[in-house]
């Protein structure tokens, strides 16, 4: 057998083994493939949980959420001086779509109290003052809904 012949010899041989291997693999792969599935239905489900961990502070709903939302956009007067989305407007309210508390700890307790009191123009970062419940003479009831649905908003 000439060098040539014995190396084409070679080529074929691996070239069969690694057919056999491909075939093999196939079923192999499928396998890996519905367990792969079943993982993924395992971290849903996890992340499912997840959600339900990053529960609604005790008392709230998501209903008490949604009455929030309607309390910050109308009768509380909350989107004058925080914008629309709580965005924030320059010189008046705070950003309260973000994750940074001046002036209570981001709770919701913490953001009720801030809201029953309002801030002082001295604690204001920007010298503004908000009046207790944002001026607005919203019910306590309501406080504790808007608070509910500006606590989501910095989640
Ligand atoms: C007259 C304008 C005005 C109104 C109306 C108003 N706020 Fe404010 N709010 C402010 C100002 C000013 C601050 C303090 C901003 C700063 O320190 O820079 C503030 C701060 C806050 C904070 C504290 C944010 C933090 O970082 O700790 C919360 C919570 C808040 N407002 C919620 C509300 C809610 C809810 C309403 C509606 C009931 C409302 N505000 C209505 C002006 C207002």
């Excluded at 599935?37 to 959420?65: K, N, R, Y």
Aim: proline share 2%; net charge negative.
């Amino acid at each position: 057998m000439s060098r040539k012949n014995s190396l084409m010899a070679l080529g074929l041989a691996f070239g069969l083994a690694a057919f056999i291997a491909c075939s093999g693999g196939e079923a192999g792969s499928q396998e890996a493939g519905s367990g792969a599935s079943a993982e993924a239905q395992v971290s849903d489900a996890a992340a499912t949980e997840g959600q339900q961990e990053m529960e609604l502070p005790e008392g709230v709903t998501m209903e008490t959420v949604n009455q929030g939302k309607d309390v910050y956009a109308g009768a509380g007067l909350c989107y004058v001086c925080h914008g629309a989305e709580g965005q924030g407007m320059p010189g008046l309210g705070a950003n309260l779509a973000d994750s940074d508390w001046t002036h209570s700890d981001g709770s919701f307790d913490g953001i009720v109290q801030t809201v029953m009191n309002g801030v002082d123009s001295g604690a204001s970062t920007t010298g503004t003052a908000m009046p207790a419940k944002g001026g607005s003479g919203i019910t306590d009831d309501q406080v504790r809904q808007v608070a509910a649905y500006v606590w989501t908003l910095g989640k």
